[in-house]
């Protein structure tokens, strides 16, 4: 059964840094098969990032990672906004078929968890 757990959300001022971790276990993923996305309440789920690509909003603040021997991705944020405030997901899906920004794309979600940034 694969799971994905996050961790590593919280409260933070306007201008901090958080690191989000995604845990997977069950099967292992790819560098390409996993993803960031964030959703606000009564809005469609966002792509945050993937291993190369970011979302524009989030260029040269956000970088995402892996740890391949702890089947961990990373979500590293700096410069946080008020704006990013969000609940984010780690994402991973079975193959590369499909456009990696697209939320449909994805067969496991996380349970996300809550980034708060205060102004």
């Known amino acids: 059964q694969v799971q994905l757990v996050e961790s590593g959300g919280g409260l933070v001022q306007a201008g901090g840094s958080l690191r989000l971790s995604c845990a997977a276990s069950?099967?292992?993923?790819?560098?390409?098969?996993m993803a960031w996305f964030r959703q606000d309440p009564g809005k469609e789920r966002e792509f945050v990032a993937a291993?190369?690509y970011y979302a524009d909003s989030v260029k040269g603040r956000f970088s995402s990672s892996r740890d391949n021997a702890r089947n961990t991705l990373y979500l590293q944020m700096n410069s946080l906004k008020p704006e990013d405030t969000s609940v984010y997901y780690c994402?991973?899906?079975?193959?590369?078929?499909?456009?990696?920004?697209?939320?449909?794309?994805?067969?496991?979600w996380g349970q996300g968890t809550q980034v708060t940034v205060s102004s």
């Open positions: 994402a991973a899906r079975a193959s590369t078929i499909g456009i990696y920004a697209d939320p449909r794309s994805y067969d496991y």
């Open positions: 069950g099967r292992t993923f790819s560098s390409a098969s």
């Open positions: 291993i190369r």
